[in-house]
């Protein structure tokens, strides 16, 4: 079996398009290919494909005839590698390759609205990474997804140990710095903790359109010394080790994998109540969780309310490592993964 990858981009700060190299890597033999439909200039991560792996192609321009042009240049390529399908994380690609003929497996990252087009040409073989994304799959196309997998990332043996006293008053949120992700939000509810006489310290890690912006703000709420910004970084566990909890309070989700790897080194994720989110929260908690997106005076008593006890937060923790481990196991997705694909080619779903 011999799969192509495909997304618009694999923008280096981008889940999803971290989500597709893990479960590449996790395939027997390097046995795939890859594709890029897009150009937007983003930093990407190439150096997990293999050398001639990887090619690009046009499928997002507005130019139809580009397009058709692109179309049918992927499927040459396709063919010629003897693949047998594409594993398309992008909704109008996948549209576009099913439509060119070629076998496609959708998988569902995020919740959309109700779209005429993609109700009527949706991929008829879909997958989606929570319950929430199945939802909304099933309500916007009418079409019950064929799985639920999430997103891989490997988790230790044993709960990793937490140094309270060395990181009880520092946190992290690791996302893009983009709008959707809440930092405004995030950073008026570090001033009022400020206000009220707490000195928390907040690591930003993430890169994106904002950061200037963001700034700006912490320049002008005066919490320069409270609030450090990273910037782009490769791997986070350093970042995660150093807190005691992360922050991800995004308007919008689909599962974060931060706040898997989170988890995976036995932190707990402050989240907002959006689908996705909410998909990751464990059942049995002890502090308040799944905020409302925007309401930033419940985000600061939040916030306060953990710093208070942190004993609590280590145990929310273990509860999220527990809860999100044995579903995130690499090898686990790419075997449910290659399940699905089995069907597929064999005509059965």
């Known amino acids: 079996m011999r799969v192509c990858m495909a997304n618009d981009h694999f923008y280096r700060s981008s889940g999803a398009a971290i989500a597709i190299k893990r479960i590449a890597q996790a395939l027997p033999d390097g046995d795939y290919y890859v594709a890029g439909c897009d150009n937007k200039g983003y930093p990407e991560d190439l ?6 792996r990887y090619k690009r192609f046009d499928l997002t321009s507005s130019n139809p005839i580009r397009v058709l042009s692109e179309l049918i240049n992927f499927r040459q390529w396709f063919t010629e590698r003897q693949c047998d399908l594409v594993h398309c994380h992008h909704r109008r690609v996948s549209v576009l390759l099913q439509a060119a003929g070629i076998p496609v497996l959708y998988t569902g990252q995020l919740v959309f609205p109700n779209a005429l087009w993609f109700r009527w040409f949706h991929p008829r073989r879909m997958t989606a990474i929570t319950p929430s994304v199945a939802a909304n799959l099933l309500e916007t196309t009418g079409r019950r997804p064929l799985a639920c997998i999430s997103n891989p990332v490997q988790f230790p043996e044993a709960l990793p140990q937490i140094d309270v006293d060395r990181v009880r008053c520092r946190a992290v949120c690791i996302a893009r710095l983009e709008a959707i992700k809440g930092h405004r939000n995030l950073l008026a509810a570090w001033k009022l903790l400020y206000d009220r006489g707490h000195k928390y310290q907040l690591d930003l890690i993430g890169e994106g359109s904002l950061r200037m912006e963001l700034e700006a703000q912490v320049k002008r709420d005066e919490i320069q010394e409270l609030v450090r910004f990273h910037g782009f970084t490769p791997d986070t566990e350093d970042a995660l080790k150093d807190s005691l909890f992360a922050v991800l309070v995004s308007e919008w989700e689909g599962q974060g994998i931060v706040t898997l790897e989170a988890a995976a080194s036995g932190r707990p994720t402050l989240l907002t109540a959006v689908p ?11 502090l308040r969780n799944g905020l409302e997106f925007g309401n930033i005076r419940h985000l600061a008593d939040t916030l306060e309310e953990w710093f208070a006890n942190p004993e609590r937060v280590v145990e929310e923790g273990r509860n ?19 399940n699905v694909y089995r069907k597929i080619l064999e005509g059965s779903v």
């Open 320 to 338: 999220f490592f527990h809860f999100l481990r044995t579903a995130s196991d690499p090898a686990a997705v790419a075997n449910k993964y290659k």
């Open 47 to 52: 150096s997990w494909i293999p050398a001639k």
């Open 276 to 286: 996705g989110s909410i998909d990751v929260l464990p059942p049995q908690r002890r």
